[in-house]
């Protein structure tokens, strides 16, 4: 099944030519009406014209988050305000949102890639969409919500947050899919527990979690729990929102990047070079249709694979591996690289162990410290003092012979680490502070 068959199972070479073509498009469009990119291209020496081949494409600057920081609030955008339907935006950690426009036509291609999105992912028309992705700035709410319209699918507007009216809703109206971040998933499925209500028996059959990094094993997780087949979704506001990769549910291997619409490259971020198809870097993306702000090899600091390798679902698009992280997420301990999602995948392989987590960094005498902080179940942690202990040095070792770095585990109580609606917060670097 597809939304879009001719598209999404366009020969390579006609997908290439069409990239080719949308792509020399962009360039001239931006050229002509964005300042920043005018100069960024007068200074790379390149412009619509003199880009031949997809292999011009190393020949154009890349754009980085600080540039449309800088360019606050408007002035990335490559068409006059009137044009501009909506406005979304990303919360930084620090300082001002990065903001987006998209026109109609804009919103329209969203919808359409979102509507693909839900139909690999193995939705159709007589589904009823649970949406608790957050309404607002974000762009997973509306995104989600659009996509499930154009496809004709029945959406309950829910938001995240108040997770008991969730659970009602859920039971009450019968909804048959979930979408939320894969943490919410889980802190649904436990408040659900809570009130006597066993996910399982709802009618959820299928979970479109993303927004956040989540392992294999959390998925293995998931799935255990809510009953249901759980597919990754990617996307990020800079270029888009939600629905601009996705996991085939024939497969659940690798996410499909809608390729007519988005050029995909794997960089060495240090470098900045151009690497081959199946080597792990940071993903670049190039907007090829995008009215309101197209984005020139846009650096979104997420760290995976590119294969072009045939799917059996019959999707001739590209796919990336599931995210290992973002590179600017990667905590360097005692000069080791460790990502959050390596500890996750030891900590989900543990019985016992409950994927509520949590990584505290610091800096002791001049040294690294990493503290584990993770949940294990009520009949653990009811346990005898000299269970626990033998089981948080069992969860130690492995993560030093894994991944070479000394840690100390320390399994807390049941719900005692703070739950997320959205996204979740796994990480506390304290050395940050000094
Ligand atoms: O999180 C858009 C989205 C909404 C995606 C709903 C999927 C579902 P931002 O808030 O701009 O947009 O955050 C984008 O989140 O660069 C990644 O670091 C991370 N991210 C998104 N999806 C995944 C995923 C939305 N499936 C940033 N796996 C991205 C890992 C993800 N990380």
Not at 27 to 45: C, G, H, I, N, T
Not at 162 to 181: A, E, H, P, R, Y
Not at 342 to 362: C, N, R
Request: glycine content about 8%; charged content about 25%.
């Amino acid at each position: 099944m597809f939304f879009n068959e001719d598209f999404e199972t366009l020969p390579r070479e006609a997908l290439r030519a069409l990239q080719l073509k949308r792509l020399k498009a962009m360039v001239a469009r931006v050229q002509e009406s964005v300042p920043f990119y005018q100069e960024a291209l007068k200074k790379a020496d390149v412009n619509a014209d003199s880009i031949t081949s997809l292999e011009d494409l190393s020949r154009l600057p890349f754009t980085y988050k600080q540039d449309m920081r800088d360019s606050y609030p408007y002035r990335m955008f490559a068409v006059p305000m009137e044009e501009i339907v909506r406005i979304h935006a990303s919360s930084g950690t620090t300082g001002k949102p990065t903001v987006v426009g998209y026109t109609k036509k804009d919103i329209e291609n969203w919808s359409e890639l979102m509507a693909r999105s839900f139909v690999a992912a193995g939705v159709n028309r007589g589904d009823i969409i649970h949406n608790a992705y957050g309404y607002g700035l974000f762009t997973g709410g509306l995104g989600a919500h659009y996509g499930a319209e154009r496809l004709g699918a029945s959406v309950i507007p829910m938001s995240g947050g108040n997770t008991k009216k969730q659970i009602m809703i859920m039971q009450d109206f019968g909804s048959t899919v979930l979408t939320c971040t894969p943490s919410y998933s889980l802190f649904m499925a436990e408040a659900a527990k809570e009130e006597g209500i066993d996910f399982r028996e709802l009618k959820l059959k299928v979970g479109i979690f993303g927004a956040e990094p989540w392992s294999e094993e959390m998925r293995a997780d998931i799935e255990a729990k809510l009953n249901l087949t759980a597919v990754d979704i990617y996307g990020l506001s800079e270029i888009m929102g939600p629905g601009v990769a996705i996991e085939c549910h024939q497969a659940k291997k690798g996410l499909h990047i809608w390729e007519d619409h988005f050029i995909p490259e794997i960089i060495n971020p240090e470098t900045g070079e151009v690497l081959g198809e199946g080597e792990e870097g940071e993903l670049v993306i190039t907007t090829i249709t995008k009215e309101g702000i197209p984005l020139i090899r846009y650096r979104t600091r997420d760290i995976t694979s590119l294969t072009y390798e045939p799917c059996v679902c019959g999707r001739t698009h590209a796919r990336i591996t599931r995210m290992s992280g973002r590179s600017d997420d990667m905590l360097i301990i005692r000069g080791v690289n460790v990502f959050p999602s390596q500890i996750e995948s030891i900590l989900m392989s543990v019985e016992g162990v409950e994927p509520h987590y949590l990584l505290i960094v610091d800096r002791k005498e001049n040294l690294d410290t990493l503290e584990v902080q993770v949940e294990v179940g009520e009949h653990l942690f009811s346990d005898e003092i000299k269970h626990l202990q033998a089981l948080s040095q069992r969860i130690e070792k492995q993560i030093k012979e894994m991944l070479g770095v000394t840690s100390r585990v320390r399994l807390v109580e049941p719900k005692s680490i703070a739950r997320s609606e959205g996204k979740a917060k796994r990480v506390i670097d304290n050395r940050k502070k000094a």
